[in-house]
């Protein structure tokens, strides 16, 4: 991702595994709406699996585990489970769940990208984005199932990334539907932001420990954010005002 100093993402990402391959499930927020699927519909799903290219969906080898906020809204929390494929050595694409198993509903989308792609931005482009020094530094963004040395390596690189995120479904609201419009979502970025009790309870069931992730990372050298991004530390909030009013910012 980051060849202009000689960082490559593309073989760790490769080693990365899916939600399927960690024994730790979670869980979606919300329950299925509509009719449970019918034999013919389930008959059509199981032939379109076996006949059918997914070559998009099979390029998402990369599995992290993090957290967002609503941007405007720091208090409006959420765990979010990205699965990652790599387009070129400075960008990467990822879909979010709100869990990792079979029924996780898909939240939204985040692109990932170079601190190098990031300074050719214009200034009203940063605005959206977030860095991830705080998130790899802190240990609050993991890749559940890897070794150690290989997460340890990947933190390395991502650390000097930046990220933009828009949720799309809201189900940490406890919405059954994707109602509303896209919102702009952000990363943390010191410590007394997020929610202890929402990081201890994931560590809980990934089998993990952040504070521990956070003293092995220490090595991880911290680099400074550039000028334009999380702009929402300095007043500069941008979001989609929702004309349906299934989302009230403060």
Known sequence: MIARTGLA???????????????????????????????????????AASLQSHAPVAALNAYLDGFHFYNGRPQAQMEAHHYCAVLSEELIQCVIYDGNVKDAK???????????????????????????????????????????VAEHALMRKLVRTYGKTWHTWHTDQQKSLPLGVPQLMMGFTADGQVDRRMVDERDRRLGIDSTQKRQKRADIERPPVLPGADAWQKGKVFQIEDPTGAHVHH
């Not at 073989?11 to 013919?40: F, Q, R, W, Y």
């Not at 692109?111 to 998130?135: N, R």
């Open 9 to 47: 993402l593309l073989p760790l990402l490769a080693i990365l595994p899916l939600g399927g391959c960690i024994a730790a499930k979670s869980h979606s927020n919300v329950g299925t709406e509509g009719a449970p699927t019918k034999a013919d519909t389930r008959m059509l799903e199981a032939g």
């Open 106 to 148: 898909l939240m939204g989308v985040e692109y990932i990208i170079s601190e190098q792609l990031f300074k050719t931005l214009p200034d009203a482009e940063k605005a959206l984005w977030h860095s991830h020094v705080h998130e790899v530094k802190s240990g609050q963004l993991v890749a559940p199932g890897i070794p150690e």
